[in-house]
């Protein structure tokens, strides 16, 4: 085994690939096209290989160095039955780990450090590290989890939209300003709910944190469900003297000021989630050489 | 135009006829395939037709009689664009008139006079009639509005199971059986709440009322909500001295204990939507008649 680790960001949009030297120095970086191991196995196993060779080209090594290098791969859905152990089986790395994409986000964010980690995007997902061990809760999706996600906040401005119309809630800028956009018409809005992914409510997430900045009353109270959700999670992941809460995702520092209560506990996270995984991959590489020497 | 007056209630499981004299006592029923307008237009209309025939066999007239007969076809998506005018004209009575399952529920449930009706089933909607105006407010699907269907209820049992298995929220009996229900697996969970359809979700709604009977915590917190959302829209459309308020649909009776508070108003159902329909047809027969004396 050469002396390379390669830590690899396997994401829905894109896998991106570090290289580095086993003091951890990064020498090379990759990118390629995305990895959703449940939906096209395939394809991302593809995608997850070309980076890490991008990122071998870019340090400037031979691709066939691939074969030599010590890597971890972080990628959603690695815990879900024997999806990880048939992918580490699958690459061509000397040797392969792969771990979900929330224990690299965890290892990026706080180092080897205890905290907890909650990410913030599409979804809301939280993982506590408390004397080395892992805990993770949430992620089950929007629509029977996610309370704090995006693609909740979004959902909820339309079925208070919705309410707003009947009148049986009161209307505010927000609801006005999505029932214009809708024509004026719940079927519209009920339309577009009944097919939208995700990603489709979740786009509607700055926009109800913009207006609740503003005291919108309908946006303020979405928010504070939400942050009240998240102080819900976080209560059952704490410990008396838990050092950090790292904020992570698209949505970490619109929340940020309906977390007050949790201000002292908030951190910023080191390192992004593809650092994270290259730091798990210099610690495989250095596990390696210490047991084979 | 003979002086016979056919009710159909279209439902999206089947159509049920019934043909009355003008004064509108009825004198034949009749069956058939389910009326989903909006998604199969053609057997709709075949099933609509075909059930009014039946009711005319029944009743021992000849199947020609249904070129003479006025009749009223209650129906949901009436109200959705021009889909009522279409199926107006398409239909083989001398007379036809195509109003929404709403109103012949309404009819039916109230008579002429005014009031409030609710319908608690897979779904969830309220219609009110005041100084002989309508109101209708719901009704929306469960994705985004619905508070108070069964549909709701079910996909809030599946959230707050995920909640108690994650320890974010209690577990209590009811928890713990649908934990167990899906092999104490929220990956179970999950998969089945992203292909349920509304009345997957509703089979549990009788399971929450019977633990929230039993005061199991979380399904009185489900129930609780429902209610407190029923109320919302009770508000909404309530009036001082309106007369009565009818609960309709297969939750009607499970949701009375929760809605004390609405008791004195709390009114049974003078009859069906089908005798509804009746009614309304008769109605037409007779102003028809008044309308070419």
Request: negative net charge; contains cysteine.
């Amino acid at each position: 085994m050469t002396e390379l680790a390669i830590g690899i960001d396997g994401g829905g949009t894109s896998c991106r690939a570090a290289i580095a030297d086993r003091n951890g120095t990064i020498i090379g970086r990759g990118k390629s096209g995305p990895a959703n191991i449940l939906s096209d196995l395939d394809n991302s196993l593809l995608n997850i290989a070309d980076s890490a060779r991008q990122a071998l080209r870019d340090a400037g090594l031979a691709a066939e160095t691939i074969s030599s290098v010590a890597a971890v791969v972080g990628v959603a859905g690695a815990n879900v039955t024997d999806y990880g152990q048939r992918i580490e089986k699958a690459l061509p790395f000397a040797e392969g780990r792969v771990v979900t994409d929330a224990l690299i986000a965890l290892q990026g964010a706080l180092g080897d450090a205890d905290g907890i980690v909650g990410a913030f995007g599409t979804g809301s997902v939280y993982n506590a590290r408390k004397d080395g061990r892992l805990n993770g809760i949430g992620g089950w999706g929007f629509v029977v989890g996610d309370q704090a996600s995006g693609a909740r906040l979004g959902r909820d401005l339309m079925e208070r939209s919705l309410l707003a119309h009947d009148g049986v809630r009161p209307a505010s800028p927000i609801t006005d300003a999505v029932m214009a956009e809708y024509g004026n018409d719940p079927e519209h809005i009920v339309e577009f709910a009944h097919s939208a992914r995700p990603t489709d409510f979740a786009r509607y997430a700055p926009v109800v944190f913009e207006h609740a900045a503003k005291g919108d009353a309908v946006a303020v109270g979405i928010v504070t469900d939400a942050a009240t959700a998240i102080g819900e999670s976080l209560e059952a992941l704490l410990w008396p003297n838990c050092p950090s809460i790292c904020l992570l995702g698209g949505l970490a520092e619109a929340y940020e000021p309906w977390l007050s209560r949790y201000r002292p506990l908030l951190a910023k996270p080191k390192n992004d989630a593809l650092h994270g995984a290259v730091e798990l991959a210099v610690k495989l590489l250095n596990e390696r050489q210490r047991g084979s020497a």
